[in-house]
C-alpha cells in the first residue's frame, strides 16, 4: 500500500515562503506530484518527477517560483516562494505508476491534502 502524508502548509503572507514535505510510504510508484485544490475550481498539477530520473515538470504559474525535490527515501518537498494569493489552495502529495506528470487522473495514491494560505 502506497500512503502519501504531508505536512508544512500554513498561513503567509503574500511574496513569502513555504516548504511542504510528503513521507510515502510504500514502493509500488515511479513518480511523485504536488496538486492543489482551490474552492470552485478543478484539482491542478503543479510540480511533479519521476522517481528515477532527474526530471522536473511545473505548471506555467508556478515556474521559477516553485520547486520540487526528492531524498533518498523518495520522500518529496515542494519549495514555493514569492506566493501570491492566487497559490492559496488545498495542495495534495500523489504517487502514481504511469501517465503523464502533471495530470491528476494519471496518479493512483493520494494524500490527505494540507493548506496554503497566503494573505495578500
Known amino acids: 500500500q502506497v500512503l502519501p502524508v504531508e505536512s508544512g502548509g500554513g498561513s503567509v503572507q503574500a511574496g513569502g515562503s513555504l516548504r511542504l514535505s510528503c513521507v510515502v510510504s510504500g514502493d509500488f510508484y515511479n513518480k511523485l506530484g504536488w496538486f492543489r485544490q482551490a474552492p470552485g475550481k478543478e484539482r491542478e498539477g503543479v510540480a511533479a518527477l519521476f522517481t528515477g530520473g532527474s526530471s522536473t515538470f511545473y505548471a506555467d504559474s508556478v515556474k521559477g517560483r516553485f520547486a520540487i525535490s526528492q531524498d533518498a527515501r523518495n520522500n518529496v518537498y515542494l519549495q514555493m516562494n514569492n506566493l501570491t494569493s492566487e497559490d492559496s489552495a488545498t495542495y495534495y502529495c500523489?504517487?502514481?505508476?504511469?501517465?503523464?506528470?502533471?495530470?491528476?487522473?494519471?496518479?493512483?495514491?493520494w494524500g490527505q491534502g494540507t493548506q496554503v494560505t497566503v494573505a495578500s
Open positions: 500523489a504517487a502514481g505508476r504511469y501517465g503523464a506528470p502533471l495530470i491528476a487522473t494519471d496518479y493512483q495514491y
